[in-house]
């Protein structure tokens, strides 16, 4: 490659191509900078507006669950004792250590969107009387560092695959308030097939679709040495 730098006035007078080369190189040279200066501000740009579209799909999300929390009083709770989440309610009984029921309501947007389990497991601090803990369902042992659990699984009242639009909705269905012990051949087959016949009533229809979820009890079987469920 030529370089401008190396063009003197004796070599312009031997070649006079050299000095359509010189023009070329620098129009190249001045071309290139004005495109790498644009591009630059539009990825600039491109940023803000993703952003703001991120903003907007968040603020839409969450007017969806407002509005879902709206429908489901307007069909009717099963009691007056109940405390609401983002994008459910349920009512604690502090007895079984899990709820008697949560109602809920499968939204379309759960086909736009694929946000990831969240599996952020924890107690439910609005239970003032304490909720269920790691603890009730499994035994740490720090010699091996593994989980050795009583045989059942935690099982989901509320499924979080029914928020998954909304990262933070989602989250809030990992509360222990919203588990129910369930055996894991019972959790991972039966439950989980009738908690898709609902979602895949939505991806028909695309209309929302009202869940009420009630546990049966046995008052006889512990599952922990702390908790009767």
């Given at each position: 490659m030529v370089r401008l730098t190396s063009i003197n006035?004796?070599?312009l007078k031997n070649n006079p191509y050299l000095v359509v080369i010189a023009i070329l190189l620098n129009a190249i040279t001045l071309s290139s900078q004005n495109y790498t200066s644009t591009i630059e501000q539009r990825e600039k740009?491109?940023?803000k507006l993703e952003a703001q579209l991120e903003a907007l799909t968040l603020e839409i999300d969450s007017f969806n669950l407002l509005r879902d929390l709206d429908r489901i009083k307007a069909i009717g709770l099963p009691s007056d004792n109940y405390l609401?989440?983002?994008g459910y309610y349920l009512e604690y009984s502090e007895e079984h250590e899990q709820a008697l029921w949560t109602m809920h309501i499968i939204n379309p947007r759960i086909q736009s969107k694929g946000v990831e389990r969240t599996n952020d497991f924890r107690m439910d601090?609005?239970?003032t009387t304490k909720t269920a803990e790691e603890i009730d369902y499994f035994t740490y042992d720090a010699a091996t560092d593994t989980h050795n659990g009583y045989g059942?699984?935690?099982g989901h009242l509320v499924p979080s695959a029914d928020f998954r639009f909304s990262a933070k909705a989602m989250s809030d269905t990992y509360f222990y308030s919203n588990m129910s012990p369930q055996l894991p051949e019972f959790n991972r087959e039966v439950?989980?097939?009738l908690e898709?016949?609902?979602r895949k009533f939505v991806y028909k229809h695309n209309r929302p679709l009202a869940v009420v979820t009630i546990p049966i009890f046995d008052t006889n079987?512990?599952?922990a040495q702390s908790k009767t469920v």
């Open positions: 006035i004796q070599d740009e491109y940023a609401g989440y983002l601090e609005r239970i059942y699984d935690r439950w989980a097939e898709d016949f609902g079987e512990k599952i």
